[in-house]
């Protein structure tokens, strides 16, 4: 782990600060040899910090050859011998930073991070992937086996499929017959579908706040415009902002996940959910939910 190097002025960042003290006291040999350093929660409770900070302090005093790690015992006190000079600072040069695709740098811009280095987006070297073997593959099944490219739309779904949804259906107080269900490729396409059947490129459409982030993706796709709405105390959508934005004709459409929402994980309680309804049907404004836990 490499040293923190801090600039003249600068504080020391928190887990450095409780490094430098027992570094002290260790020096001053206030803390001998073997003696057992006090556990995580300890200095977690005791420094007011949080646990990966107290954590982060130990295995920093273990890179710097100040402490030992025993298993199942904690963190000690290394023996004299073992302690290392520090080493002199490396100044890192600096170094450009290859430009990222338009696909990346539009979901960095939907999380809102600013790392422009992400191992949750790595793409290898692109000779790493067969793309021209993929490609002769591809063109030979096409002309094989043409069905696997597509095949015209047979049908809204599995017939016993959509029955037994409707059946299901009744226990939640809904009517619905098998007619009337479409099944579609996962949830973002049955959203997308929802959409364009109902608004319009440029309509207002309300979202909670925070969402799936893919879900703004596919409304930028569709050229409508987003209106967020916060979080009330409880963690599920501010109802009474939100039929504000119903009353007064700034939106047409209210996307909601209302059981268990992404990323909250917080559920509308039915009370509501019964109110948010009923000032939609007053006010012309769709509700369109994404009931992935139905």
Known sequence: MPVEEVPPGKPLSRYRQLTEQIKQAIDAGLLPPDTRLPSVRTLATQYNISLTTA??????????????????????????????????????????????????EL?????????????????????????????????????????????????????????????????????????????????????????RATVNPGDAVAVESPCYFVLLQMLRNLNLRVVEVDACPAGYVDSEKLVALFQSKTVKVFITLANINNPLGKTIPNEEKAYITRQADENGVIIIEDDTFW
């Open 107 to 195: 979901h960095m811009a939907m999380v809102g991070e600013n790392c422009r280095v992400r191992l949750d987006l790595a793409n290898g070297d692109s000779a790493l992937y067969p793309i021209r073997k993929l490609g002769l593959i591809m063109r030979q099944l096409g002309y094989s086996q043409p069905s696997l490219l597509g095949d015209t739309v047979k049908g809204t779904g599995y017939g016993p499929l959509k029955a037994e949804i409707a059946r299901r259906a009744i226990d939640y107080g809904c009517t619905l017959t098998p007619e009337t269900i479409l099944v579609t490729n996962g949830c973002i396409e049955a959203l997308s579908l929802a959409l």
């Open 55 to 104: 954590l982060k302090a130990l295995r920093t005093l273990e890179d710097e050859h100040y402490a030992v790690a025993k298993p199942k015992s904690g963190f000690f006190v290394a023996p004299r011998q073992r302690r290392q000079p520090k080493p002199p600072a490396v100044i890192e040069q600096p170094r450009e930073i290859a430009p990222l695709d338009e696909q990346t």
